[in-house]
């Protein structure tokens, strides 16, 4: 069953008030009086499934209101006596839903499962993170009783490559009878991902709506003010449906708008949110939305780009522009912008005039984040009353008062203090989660009027705003500057508008120097973010599977995963292919045929011929390419070369060469006074000093004089070496217009059979010729596509043989003389560690990394299995804090080192390098020491070290728990556990 919702028909409405009458003794029309505003028809829908026992895939916008359906889960497994779980991504997400939940089915009904954190965890209702429920499935945990009902929120996280896999692993694992609320941002391929889990667990409701219940509208805001991207009234939701082929909205009553259409129009947009007349939107629904991009904004862009190139290539000399060009190139590029850009404090002034507070400005920078608060408490603003101010400082008092005194000028309290009081805050994962916690409930009470964000905050925390600001359209990705995908758009500019709050949402773009506000309305307008499996087999999760199913029957789930489901979906359409391609390929042969003989023979040796002609003519290139190269790497200081050809034509001086070079460049002085340097690509053959001169030990190039002086006696040794340069002046050969013995007798051989086969005399040969080239070329595309076919055919279980044999390498899996696969004393270890490390973590252990530690040296040490560095903080080894530490990463590097070595060989992906950055500051902090001094001499912010901390603790406890760990290691574990959860660690605000 599949629908997707649009504007009903009459019959469609009358039938669907017949229902609702019926439904009313039933637990929808019971949980429904419960709500104080009406079910959409996607949630009535939805909730109707599931009362009626079937699974459901709800995927629809931000802010839509589908988790009312994972609510009415709850309600239907408390009214049944059973169990709910509802799980999230994020802890921050769970930390928020545990709240809601408990205040309204109670707290005793209500627990959280963090990994860190656990409240009332046999409560009927448990949220919990993905990865605790995966757990708990693996270690077929007693909680699991009587469960009746999962929701999974945010679905759509499966497609993350780093933890996607883990929402696959609890869709396939779930017992048959435990119905599935499966919740996801709108995606382009509801109905596949719908039709797998109707495949793997039984009847599936797909529900679709693209409907967002409070308009978005898009805008640019350049300078302090703010345009409309789009020309027309159109919203967002008015573009979706002809974008996306879902239907469009119902016509509305003409007369309805009669009475306003000859009121007049304004462009007064200091009440941007104000609704648009009822008389345009009678015109747009009659005519069909407009898609234009609003022409002012396309002839700012126009403006800009002339005044640049004006400013380029319109003054000063070119030598000048060029050493430029790298210095200031964006500086002037924003001096020659006719917008003057407004600084963060003016673009939150403008949207309060505006009345678009509350807002959410994305940074994608934790430090502009920071500096955007910092901008704004310089500048004076201030966006609360006395009275809210009053409140906030109360509300920041109380929310901080367990943090230690010493503690809170590291963590910068009193900077975050003063912006919430004035109304602004920052958001990222850098900050100390008790300060997020304070902002997001700030927020959502409506005392924090605007908070500077990085992507992470629209992950699922909810914090929706009347408005959302894009700074930029690019973010770095940890490689590379990249532009923002349609579904990032989407996603960012989803949070504006609250539901039975606002009007109206609004998203503005900051005008930035070489906005292309086409570009930008590509992006608001597009809805093409497909959802594509993440999954692949993991060292735990295959462990588990086989010992709870046995090997035979473990591929057989893994080849049910969704990422199997997709490959094999793709090899449908690759096969029709195929047979489509296997038709044409027998028309063309049936086109080449040829009285005289057999065309595919002739056409063959053709090929030969041709083939082997360029292969000689590669080989030739690549000997000369060689040649060249020698002779520019046997060059020294002070030869005199001559160029023949090129743009370097001429003599030069070598002054410098790299005898270390992979390939050589040396640096030579031409005979006009230029720097250059020369590469094989600048000669057409190989070269040799025709005289040589002495370069002074003085001699400086950057001088221009001691480089004329230097040309100068260049030119006076090569006239007065004369006859020697002309006898020299001609680039050597080396036998290199000559082919090699084999390939000259090759060509001659197909050659002479070319010429005495019968075909060769037939005079239709060269369109039968055309024929087989034709032929030729399908045929190669073809043989592609089945090597893809057989490439994606059962990838999952081949990967998951790969993971067997190397486990069965180190001896975690055994097999007897029957063949049967036993889990080994280690694979049971395995079994009960989690994590992108996880073979690493239980090699460590098995040689006996942790034996020797006392427990600040074992937290030290499990920092290295969790952390993750970023690229560019990756440094030397450190010095350790003791001998005993030494030796365990000795091990542990070295266990990674052969690891790495097998999986290569096995073809499987690698194991990440244990990070030893996080060593010092967890055993500082393991340690005793104060905040302040374990961050001293590191770029860690507050937040960060505390996130990588509870990672460390939640770790320790999974090796704690291990019923084969040696029982004093597993009491250190529980000591360093202790020493690590102190402090803003251990604090938490979850009620």
């Not at 994972?70 to 769970?94: D, V």
């Not at 959410?360 to 009275?387: K, M, N, P, Y």
């Not at 608001?524 to 959802?531: I, M």
């Amino acid at each position: 069953m599949s629908s997707i919702s649009g504007s009903p028909s009459p019959s469609e409405s009358y039938q669907a008030a017949a229902q609702r009458a019926s439904e009313s003794k039933t637990y929808l029309g019971a949980f429904a009086r419960s709500l104080d505003f009406d079910l959409d028809d996607f949630q009535r829908e939805a909730c109707r499934s599931l009362q009626e026992g079937r699974g459901v895939l709800v995927a629809a916008p931000t802010g839509a209101g589908k988790t009312i359906v994972g609510e009415f889960a709850i309600y239907l497994a408390l009214e049944r006596g059973l169990k709910a779980f509802y799980t999230t991504p994020i802890k921050a997400l769970s930390n928020q839903k545990f709240s809601e939940l408990a205040s309204k089915y109670g707290a005793a009904n209500v627990g959280l499962l963090t990994g860190d954190t656990t409240i009332n965890g046999d409560a009927p209702v448990v949220v919990m993170t993905t990865e605790v429920l995966r757990n708990m499935l693996y270690a077929d945990s007693e909680t699991l009783g009587d469960l009746g009902f999962v929701v999974m929120d945010e679905v759509h996280y499966l497609a993350d490559r780093f933890r996607g896999a883990v929402w696959e692993e609890v869709i396939i694992h779930l017992p048959s009878e435990v119905q599935v609320a499966s919740l996801s941002a709108t995606v382009s391929n509801a109905e596949e991902f719908g039709a797998w889990l109707d495949t793997v667990r039984g009847d599936t409701d797909v529900i679709v709506s693209e409907h967002r219940p409070v308009p978005l509208w898009q805008h640019v805001m350049v300078g302090r003010e703010i345009v409309d991207l789009f020309a027309g009234d159109t919203t967002f939701d008015e573009i979706a449906p002809q974008a996306t082929g879902a239907p469009e909205t119902e016509v509305p009553d003409i007369s309805e708008a009669a009475e306003v259409a000859s009121e007049p129009s304004t462009t007064d947009r200091r009440n941007v949110h104000a609704k648009r007349s009822s008389a345009a939107k009678v015109q747009q629904a009659v005519t069909g939305p407009e898609f234009e991009v609003n022409p002012d904004l396309l002839a700012m862009a126009r403006s800009e780009s002339r005044m640049n190139m004006s400013g380029r290539f319109g003054h000063g000399g070119r030598s000048r522009r060029r050493q430029d060009r790298h210095r200031d190139e964006r500086q002037q590029s924003e001096q020659r912008s006719p917008v003057r850009k407004a600084s963060r404090p003016q673009v939150i002034e403008s949207l309060r005039r505006q009345d678009l507070l509350p807002a959410i400005t994305f940074i994608f920078s934790r430090a502009g984040c920071d500096a955007a608060v910092a901008q704004c408490a310089a500048s004076g603003l201030w966006l609360t009353t006395e009275r809210e101010q009053q409140f906030i400082a109360q509300r920041v008092d109380d929310a901080s008062h367990e943090i230690p005194a010493d503690d809170l000028d590291v963590l910068g309290f009193w900077g975050w203090r003063d912006g919430l009081v004035r109304g602004f805050a920052a958001h990222h994962a850098g900050m100390l989660p008790t300060f997020k916690e304070v902002v997001e409930k700030l927020f959502a009470d409506g005392l924090v009027k605007a908070v500077f964000a990085t992507e992470t905050l629209a992950l699922g925390v909810n914090m929706p705003a009347r408005c959302v600001v894009l700074e930029k359209l690019e973010k770095f990705n940890g490689e590379a500057h990249v532009n923002i995908t349609a579904g990032e758009y989407t996603q960012l500019t989803g949070r504006a508008g609250r539901r039975g709050i606002d009007v109206e949402g609004h998203a503005v773009v900051l005008w930035q120097p070489g906005t292309d506000p086409a570009a930008v309305a590509g992006l608001a307008s597009r809805r093409t973010y497909p959802l594509n499996s993440s999954f692949r087999p993991t060292y735990n999760m295959s462990i588990n599977l086989i010992a709870q199913f046995g090997r035979v029957r473990a591929r057989e789930i893994l080849e049910s995963s969704f990422a199997q489901f997709q490959a094999d979906r793709s090899v449908v359409g690759i096969a029709r292919q195929v047979r489509g391609r296997e038709e044409s390929l027998a028309g063309y042969a049936k086109s080449m045929q040829c009285h005289l003989g057999d065309f595919t023979e002739y056409a063959k040796l053709r090929r030969e011929l041709s083939d082997a002609e360029n292969f000689a003519a590669r080989d030739h290139q690549r000997a000369r390419k060689s040649h060249v190269a020698d002779s520019l790497a046997r060059l020294i200081p002070g030869d005199v070369i001559s160029i023949l050809s090129g743009r370097l034509s001429g003599h030069a001086v070598v002054l410098e060469v790299d005898p270390n070079a992979r390939e050589p460049r040396p640096s030579v002085l031409t005979s006009d006074n230029q720097l250059r340097r020369i590469g094989v690509h600048d000669l057409e053959g190989p070269v040799s000093p025709v005289t040589r001169i002495r370069i002074p030990k003085s001699f400086n190039a950057k001088v221009p004089k001691a480089r004329r002086d230097l040309a100068s006696s260049m030119r006076h040794a090569i006239s007065e070496d004369a006859p020697h340069s002309r006898r020299n002046s001609r680039h050597e050969d080396f036998g290199l217009g000559a082919r090699l013995p084999d390939q000259e007798k090759k060509i001659t051989d197909l050659r002479r059979a070319l010429r005495a086969h019968p075909c060769h005399g037939c005079s239709e040969r060269e369109d039968h010729a055309r024929w087989s080239e034709r032929w030729w070329k399908l045929r190669k595309e073809t043989d592609g596509l089945v090597r893809q076919i057989q490439s994606r055919t059962n990838t999952i279980a081949k990967t998951f043989d790969r993971v067997c044999d190397l486990l069965s390498a180190y001896g975690y899996l055994e097999s007897n003389d029957a063949g049967h696969v036993t889990i080994s004393v280690d694979g049971q270890r395995l079994r009960r560690i989690y994590g992108e490390k996880d073979l690493l973590i239980s090699q460590s252990v098995r040689r006996g990394a942790l034996n020797d530690l006392d427990a600040a040296e074992l937290a030290s040490l499990a920092s290295t299995l969790v952390y993750q560095a970023k690229r560019e903080d990756r440094g030397l080894r450190p010095k350790m804090p003791s001998v005993s530490l030494e030796s365990a990463v000795d091990i542990v590097v070295r266990e990674w080192s052969q690891l790495e070595d097998t999986e290569e060989h096995h073809r499987l992906p690698l194991t990440g390098e244990p990070e030893l950055g996080l060593m010092w500051p967890m055993y500082k902090w393991a340690k005793g020491r104060h905040l302040q001094d374990v961050l001293s001499g590191t770029d860690l912010a507050a937040g960060d070290f505390v996130r990588w901390a509870k990672q460390v603790v939640d770790l320790l406890d999974q090796l704690a728990k291990i019923p084969q760990l040696d029982p004093r290691v597993a009491r250190i574990c529980r000591e360093a556990i202790d020493l690590v959860r102190r402090g803003v660690v251990a604090y938490s605000t979850v009620a």
